[in-house]
C-alpha cells in the first residue's frame, strides 16, 4: 500500500507548533528559535515529510552563514538582491542561510554558529579582514568580491567590473564622445576597476579625460555644480560624464538639471551596475548584471566547493551585459 503523504498538519500534530511556525523553520526563515527549528526537522525526519523541491526527506538543518558589513547588508540596491539569490539557490541545495553583520560581531571572538556551519560566504571587501580570523575553523568559502593580494587562498566570485566599463567606454567612443569625465568614488575596488577599464579604453584612442570627480580629490555635489557651472558658460563641457553606479548617475541628473542642461543633447551620461531583473524609473546607459543570479552563482561555486574540498583555489568573474538607453547619443564633429 502506498505511504501516506505526510503533511504540515501531521507535523502541528506531532510537534504542538502552528503550521506558520513549521513553514518559517522549513524555509530557513527568521521568526523562529534554534530549538523550534530543530523540534520540526526531528518531527520531519521521524515522520518521513518530503518538501515539494526535495528529492529527499528533510535532513537536519544545515546552514550557511554570510557575513556582510551593516551598511551593505541594508543596500537595497545591490546586496539584499544578491542575499536573495544566495538563500534561494541554498534552500535548493537544503541549506539555511544565517546573516551576520560584521559590526556586532565581537573581535576575535568565534562562536558555536560559526563553528557549526557548513561553510562561510564574506560579502563585499569589507568582509575581509574576517577570513584570516576564521582561517582555523577550516570551513569551505567563498569570497563575494575581488582577491586582496596576489595568491590568495579562497574561492572569489566578482564582477568583470573593469572589462564592463572598459567596452562600455569604448562603445561610448565609437558614438563620437571625446571629451569624457568620470563622477563617483574609487573607494571599493569594483569602483576603482571601473575607473581603470575607462582610463584603459581611453588611452588607446583620441579620446581624453578631461575631469575626475570622486571623494580622493575634494568634490562634493555643490562643487560638481560650480565646475560645470564654468565649464557651460566656457563651451568647454564634456560630451559625456561616465558615473562609478547608476545611483551616481542619478545625482548627477539633478545637477546638471539644475545647470538646464539636457540629457542627452548637451550632455550623455552612463551609469553602472545595473539590475537585469528591475526597471528604474531612469533607466541609464549601464553595464548591468542579474544581481540575484550573482548570489546563486556565489552558492553554486560554494556547492562544488563543499563537495570537492581538494579542488584548486578558483577566481570567478561574472560578465555584465550593456544597457544602451536615451541617456546617451551619437555625437557629430559639431557638437565637439
Known amino acids: 500500500m502506498a505511504r501516506k503523504k505526510v503533511t504540515l498538519d501531521d507535523i502541528a500534530r506531532e510537534t504542538g507548533l502552528s503550521k506558520y511556525s513549521i513553514s518559517r523553520a522549513l524555509a530557513g526563515k527568521p521568526g523562529v528559535s534554534e530549538e523550534t527549528r530543530q523540534k520540526v526537522m526531528a518531527a520531519c525526519n521521524a515522520l518521513g515529510y518530503i518538501k515539494k523541491d526535495q528529492a529527499s526527506p528533510v535532513t537536519p538543518d544545515r546552514y550557511v552563514v554570510m557575513l556582510i558589513p551593516q551598511n551593505d547588508a541594508q543596500d ?3 546586496w539584499m ?3 536573495l539569490g544566495v538563500e534561494s539557490e541554498l534552500n535548493k541545495n537544503h541549506y539555511t542561510l544565517r546573516l551576520r553583520v560584521i559590526e556586532q560581531m565581537v573581535e576575535g571572538r568565534v562562536d558555536n554558529e560559526l563553528r557549526e556551519a557548513s561553510a562561510i560566504i564574506f560579502a563585499g571587501y569589507k568582509s575581509l579582514p574576517w577570513v584570516p580570523k576564521l582561517k582555523d575553523l577550516q570551513k569551505p568559502v567563498m569570497v563575494m568580491t575581488y582577491p586582496p593580494h596576489n595568491m590568495f587562498g579562497y574561492d572569489t566570485i566578482c564582477l568583470s567590473d ?3 566599463a572598459c567596452v562600455l567606454c569604448e562603445k ?3 558614438m563620437g564622445h571625446k571629451k569624457i569625465a568620470y563622477f563617483g568614488p574609487m573607494d571599493r575596488p569594483s569602483m576603482k576597476k571601473r575607473f581603470d577599464g575607462i582610463y584603459e579604453a581611453v588611452k588607446d584612442s583620441d579620446a581624453q579625460i578631461v575631469a575626475v570627480w570622486d571623494r580622493s580629490n575634494y568634490y562634493e555635489a555643490e ?3 560650480t565646475e560645470l557651472e564654468e565649464r557651460k558658460e566656457k563651451g568647454t563641457l564634456p560630451s559625456l ?4 553606479t547608476d545611483a551616481y548617475a542619478q545625482s548627477l541628473m539633478f545637477i546638471l538639471n539644475k545647470l538646464g542642461l539636457r540629457i542627452p543633447h548637451d550632455i550623455s551620461v552612463t551609469g553602472f551596475n545595473s539590475d537585469l531583473d528591475s526597471t528604474l524609473p531612469i533607466p541609464f546607459t549601464s553595464m548591468g548584471i542579474s544581481k540575484k543570479r550573482y548570489g546563486e552563482a556565489a552558492v ?3 556547492m562544488h566547493r563543499i563537495q570537492r574540498p ?3 583555489v578558483r577566481r570567478i568573474y561574472l560578465s555584465p551585459q550593456m544597457c544602451l538607453s536615451e541617456t546617451t547619443r551619437v555625437v557629430g564633429e559639431a557638437d565637439r
Do not use: T
Not at 560624464?241 to 562609478?244: N, V
Open 76 to 78: 537595497p540596491s545591490f
Open 81 to 83: 538582491k544578491v542575499i
Open 162 to 164: 573593469r572589462e564592463g
Open 172 to 174: 561610448m567612443i565609437s
Open 223 to 225: 562643487d560638481i555644480y
Open 241 to 244: 560624464i561616465m558615473c562609478s
Open 300 to 302: 553554486y561555486h560554494l
Open 310 to 312: 581538494d579542488m584548486p
